[in-house]
Each structure stands twice: as structure tokens, then as C-alpha cells.
């Protein structure tokens, strides 16, 4: 699963720290050289790649996180893999003394991992693993080839960070997984209940709170909408001569039909009694009337058990350009008011333009 246990807000706090560190470090050692151009090339190109991964994640902090985060993966694999073999192999074929080539980093890669771990989703813990190891373990088997430089101050220090230190890392990664499974379960949780307080419970469709939902996903400034109220004609007289059950099944079957005239991007839902609710985002004047056509059509074709057939009252307002609930429901109630006085059993349709 795509997530990440870091809110945005954190996300924005950890690239502001590795970018300020990354700029730190090369400045230091630009006016420090250490004699290792790598010193200074890679925290200095670590800091301008996470400004600019800034930039990107600023545009779009919700839809980009997850890329940000991965983005950072790769960025840490530059700061620490790359410098951590580069001296080690230095020291190896050269004979550089690790303990003191070494740049002082093991306290910010130790606790850079760690806030790694918070950070990638769960389905990369694996690449983190494998690049912890790829830290840790050439460091370590260095030093317990070369016992002179493991028994040095520094060599106990870094023994002890990339040894034992690092397996604590482990043990985070233990709750971090641990973490990811609570949130899981909670994210389906907050989705059941959010299905389940925006269904109607007795047609499975939307009601109004999944209406209004729906709405919210779509800005006020690109709003265009159809909307659309069909009324059951007579249906109380329906519920009084046969009981309320039958016309609960009434609804149940209506529901089914209105949603086979949808595509995937329209909403319906019962907007309460006998009244269902079609909204059509962008659509044309011919595409309203071809749905409110084939709505009339298959329910006038239909037979119901008990009642035989039905007609159907539609009001369709087209071309409102507002994701205002109240405003689309006025305009198309107003149609349907015609077409009920009218004669029911036909569908009168009104542009906000007219």
C-alpha cells in the first residue's frame, strides 16, 4: 500500500532539515577541504536536488507525497551509500586510515535513517533495509579486518553506531511496521463508516451527505453541472394501496435501473422519499437529454412485481455553473414542478442560460 505514516506538514519539516543539512556540510568543507572532493560535491548536490524536490512537492503536496518520498529514498542512497563505499574502498586499496578520512556523519546518517523509516511506505521497507545494510556492513567489516584502527577512539565509535546501532534500526522498523498495520486498520475503518454514513441504507446508492461529498471533489471555479430530480409519479397512493415494503422494493429496483442509463463519473443518489438525484459533471445538452430519455424509457418498460408499471416525473436543469448543492436542486425542482402540473409521466428541461 502507497502510504506514508508522515503528515504533509512533517514531510515539509524533513526536506527543509536534509536540505539544510546537505548545505551545511558541503559549505563547511568548501572552507575546511578535507582533500576529497567528494566532501563537498555531494552535500552540496544533495541540498540543491531537495530544494528542488521542495519546489516539486510544494505544487501539490497531497498528490506528490508518496513520489517526494521515494524522490528522498534515492537522495539519501547519494548522501551516505555513495560517500560510506567511497572511503571505505579508499581505505582498502589505499591504505587510508578510515578512522580519520571518515567525515563525521555516522550520528546524521543513524538518525536520517531513521526518519526514513517513518517515511517510505510500507511496501519499500525492504529498500531500506538493503540500504542500511549496504551503510553498516562495509564499515563494520572493515574495522573487524583491520583490529589496529577498530581498538582507536573512533573505531569503537563507529563499531558501535554501524554494529549495534544499527540493529537497533531494526527494532524501529519492527514498530514501524507495527504502525503501518494500526493505520491501515484505521484508514478502513474511517472508509467503512464514511461509506456507510454517505449510503442510503435501503438502495445502496448515495444520499445527501454523499452528494454533498461528491461535490466537493470538483472546484467552484471549474463547476459545470446537469442535474436531474426524478419523482415516482403517485407513489404515495402506491405506499397507501399496497403497503410500504412493496414500495421499498419499488425504490430498490428503480435505483438499479436510473444507474444503468450512468457512467462511472455520475452520481446518483436518493435524495429522500420517492425523489432520486442525478448529477452529471460537464455534460452536454445531448448527453442530459439522452439520460433523462432513457430514464423515462426503461422505467415506463418496466413491470413491478404487484404494481405493474410506473411513470416517472423528470426536471433537468443543465448548464449550472455551481457546485452548490442547493442551487442545482432549485433549478431542476422548478422543472420538475412543470412537468408534475403538466401531466407527469415526461421530462422538462431548463439551461441556466435561458
Not at 505514516?5 to 543539512?21: D, E, R
Not at 529514498?73 to 555513495?82: E, G, K, T, W
Request: with cysteine; glycine share 6%; net charge neutral.
Amino acid at each position: 500500500m502507497q502510504q506514508t505514516l508522515f503528515s504533509i506538514k512533517a514531510t515539509y519539516i524533513a526536506l527543509l532539515l536534509y536540505g539544510a543539512v546537505g548545505f551545511i556540510m558541503g559549505t563547511l568543507h568548501l572552507f575546511s577541504p578535507t582533500g576529497h572532493v567528494i566532501d563537498q560535491v555531494v552535500p552540496l548536490s544533495c541540498g540543491i536536488g531537495i530544494t528542488l524536490l521542495l519546489a516539486y512537492f510544494h505544487k501539490d503536496p497531497s498528490n506528490r507525497q508518496i513520489t517526494t518520498i521515494k524522490c528522498l529514498y534515492l537522495a539519501n542512497i547519494i548522501a551516505f551509500v555513495i560517500p560510506v563505499w567511497y572511503f571505505v574502498l579508499g581505505a582498502t586499496w589505499y591504505g587510508w586510515p578510515l578512522i580519520e578520512e571518515f567525515p563525521p556523519i555516522s550520528a546524521i546518517i543513524l538518525i536520517a535513517m531513521s526518519v526514513l523509516i517513518f517515511m517510505i511506505p510500507k511496501s519499500w521497507t525492504r529498500y531500506v533495509i538493503l540500504m542500511w545494510i549496504s551503510i553498516c556492513a562495509p564499515i563494520v567489516l572493515f574495522l573487524i579486518t583491520h583490529p589496529l584502527q577498530l581498538e582507536t577512539p573512533r573505531g569503537r565509535d563507529l563499531m558501535v553506531l554501524f554494529g549495534p546501532g544499527g540493529a537497533l534500526l531494526f527494532i524501529v522498523l519492527s514498530y514501524q511496521r507495527e504502525l503501518h498495520d494500526r493505520f491501515d486498520r484505521i484508514e478502513g475503518s474511517l472508509k467503512y463508516s464514511r461509506k456507510q454514513a454517505d449510503t442510503d441504507s435501503l438502495t445502496n446508492i448515495s444520499n445527501r451527505r454523499g452528494v454533498l461529498y461528491w461535490l466537493s471533489q470538483y472546484s467552484t471555479d471549474t463547476a459545470h453541472f446537469t442535474g436531474l430530480i426524478i419523482d415516482i409519479d403517485h407513489f404515495k397512493s402506491i405506499n397507501d394501496t399496497y403497503g410500504h415494503e412493496v414500495g421499498d422494493d419499488i425504490l430498490k429496483q428503480i435505483s438499479v435501473i436510473l444507474a444503468g442509463s450512468l457512467s462511472e463519473q455520475d452520481c446518483l443518489a436518493r435524495w429522500g422519499g420517492d425523489e432520486f438525484v442525478i448529477l452529471l459533471p460537464h455534460a452536454t445538452a445531448a448527453r442530459a437529454k439522452e439520460v433523462a430519455d432513457n430514464c423515462l424509457t426503461h422505467i415506463r418498460k418496466n413491470t413491478f412485481p404487484t404494481v405493474g408499471q410506473l411513470t416517472r416525473s423528470i426536471g433537468v436543469a443543465h448548464n449550472i455553473k455551481s457546485n452548490d448543492i442547493d442551487t442545482i436542486i432549485r433549478q431542476a425542482d422548478a422543472c420538475l414542478y412543470i412537468a408534475k402540473r403538466q401531466g407527469r409521466d415526461q421530462m422538462v428541461s431548463r439551461s441556466s442560460e435561458e
